[in-house]
């Protein structure tokens, strides 16, 4: 499977904004700095595993619609 960088809306627990992060970045004990109001926002590992668990269910539904797409496709 090709893996293109994974984005994903991060609320801001300051304004409430959201703003677009790439999982990559997602990691505990990182920053960022908000586009809207420049709080400094950290990752915990709460948060990153909680985002990464809703990745993997997105992949897996993703998979799960080809895969019957293929069966559908075949008959
Ligand atoms: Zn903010």
Do not use: Q, W
Not at 36 to 46: F, M, V
Not at 56 to 65: A, F, G, P, Q, V
């Amino acid at each position: 499977m090709n893996m293109k960088p994974f984005e994903v809306d991060v609320p801001c627990p300051r304004c409430g904004r959201r703003f677009k992060e790439r999982m990559a970045n997602i990691r505990p004990g990182c920053r960022r700095t908000c586009p809207s109001c420049k709080a400094s926002i950290r990752y915990t590992g709460d948060d990153a595993s909680k985002a990464e668990r809703d990745v993997k269910h997105s992949i897996e539904e993703l998979e799960r619609t080809v895969r019957d797409l293929n069966r559908k496709l075949r008959f």
